[in-house]
């Protein structure tokens, strides 16, 4: 660590002690340039960029930085929300086998944002924090983005949950720019709108949609049936050609279906979101989806959870138009594999070229620092494709 950052650190803890607060400045290296970014929420901050300290206040935006720094995606990482590990720990283990160091990268709980806390944050010196847009309400409530003003560390959001078709162009641009790799970026978006196209088009022919039920963390939790509304993954459902069942009845992204409504509604299809999710709860019956994820296993346990009462009668069951589909898609810009995958079970016939998994494969050959492992969805028939 050179001089100048140890004194800077040292500085700021020490006020920070003392309850002290203030703004930073000084001169940007050469080889950077200060840049004004429009957020996702409608802000104008100013960063110097390429940004060296970037903090992640969450966990899953490493799978941004892994497509758009492959080569070295974590060395300017100084800190994350552990939920990259406990929300996807067979993604996690696939990165720290590529990338062993990223064991010593500081992390905090991501159960509530406010575990940041500004101090922590502070303490990591970041250039950059860079935040989900559903964290933003937190972030003012708490003080820290007050705090995080005061010391002149500026906070961008970006947002891969609430609108994933909406926003992720511009938080795959943004992120771009901050980290240096604008062109990068423009590749990715371009693939991406590729096979977002390879869904959209063949469906403006498409009258029928068949209705979709699709829980959320099905096994994670005792409570059924958490679901989506219009956004996320109600938003994809309705990309790939279905009829999404909880945006006729709920108001926001997220929320919960009674039993008795499922079963009043019964739907064409069910799906089911799952990721290893052993850290969060050893003992649930969550279908473990992610690289190198058990087919088998992952069969039984969704059978097992078609078995509660809100779907053991559906039509869908006794169809096997049962599905289950990686979780962490929700929350990262690959969620266009998802939508191919759900476009093919809604309608088969129509995507029956349609290689969701290859395409998954070329996203990682041509994008990402890892090997591309199947697991990332099944059927109760058995099928993995």
């Known amino acids: 660590m050179n001089n100048s950052l140890s004194s800077r650190r040292n500085v700021l803890r020490g006020l920070l002690s003392a309850g002290v607060v203030?703004?930073?400045?000084?001169?940007?290296?050469?080889?950077?340039?200060?840049?004004?970014?429009?957020?996702?929420?409608g802000r104008s901050v100013r960063v110097d960029t390429p940004v060296r300290r970037i903090l992640l206040g969450d966990g899953p935006l490493a799978y941004v930085v892994a497509l758009l720094r492959p080569n070295d995606p974590f060395s300017n990482v100084v800190g994350w929300g552990d939920n990259f590990r406990a929300a996807d720990l067979d993604g996690y283990q696939a990165y720290l086998r590529r990338f062993p160091e990223i064991s010593r990268i500081p992390s905090f709980p991501s159960?509530?944002?406010?575990?940041?806390?500004?101090?922590?944050?502070?303490?990591?010196?970041?250039?950059?924090?860079?935040?989900?847009?559903?964290s933003k309400p937190a972030a003012e409530s708490s003080g820290l983005m007050a705090r995080l003003a005061q010391v002149g560390i500026p906070v961008v959001f970006v947002d891969f949950r609430t609108r994933m078709f909406g926003n992720t162009t511009r938080s795959i641009e943004i992120l771009g720019a901050l980290l240096g790799r604008p062109d990068r970026a423009a590749a990715f978006l371009a693939f991406r709108q590729q096979q977002i196209e390879r869904v959209t088009q063949p469906l403006e022919s498409v009258r029928s949609r068949p209705s979709v039920m699709i829980e959320r963390a099905?096994?994670?939790?005792?409570?059924?049936?958490?679901?989506?509304?219009?956004?996320?993954?109600?938003?994809?459902?309705?990309?790939?050609?279905?009829?999404?069942?909880?945006?006729?009845f709920l108001h926001g992204t997220f929320g919960t279906l009674h039993p008795e409504q499922v079963i009043a509604s019964d739907p064409d299809v069910v799906i089911v979101t799952g990721a290893n999710w052993s850290l969060y709860s050893p003992t649930g019956d969550w279908v473990n989806l992610g690289p190198g994820a058990d087919p088998a296993e992952g069969q039984a346990r969704l059978g097992r959870l078609m078995r509660r009462p809100a779907y053991r009668t559906l039509r869908a069951i006794k169809a096997r138009q049962v599905h289950a589909i990686w979780h962490p898609f929700y929350d990262n810009p690959y969620y266009f594999i998802a939508l191919q995958q759900?476009?093919?079970?809604?309608?088969?016939?129509?995507?029956a070229s349609l290689d969701p998994d290859a395409t998954f494969?070329?996203?990682?050959?041509?994008?990402?620092?890892?090997p591309y492992q199947p697991g990332y969805w099944?059927?109760?028939d058995g099928a993995c494709a």
């Open 22 to 41: 203030f703004a930073t400045c000084g001169p940007a290296a050469a080889s950077r340039s200060s840049l004004v970014i429009e957020d996702i929420a």
């Open 111 to 134: 159960t509530t944002l406010d575990s940041i806390g500004s101090e922590l944050a502070i303490s990591l010196e970041p250039d950059v924090v860079v935040m989900n847009l559903s």
């Open 218 to 248: 099905a096994g994670l939790y005792e409570d059924c049936c958490l679901t989506y509304g219009d956004g996320n993954f109600g938003e994809l459902v309705a990309a790939a050609g279905g009829d999404n069942l909880g945006s006729s």
């Open 342 to 351: 759900v476009a093919k079970w809604l309608h088969p016939e129509l995507f």
């Open 361 to 370: 494969r070329e996203l990682h050959a041509r994008f990402l620092p890892v």
């Open 378 to 380: 099944l059927s109760l």
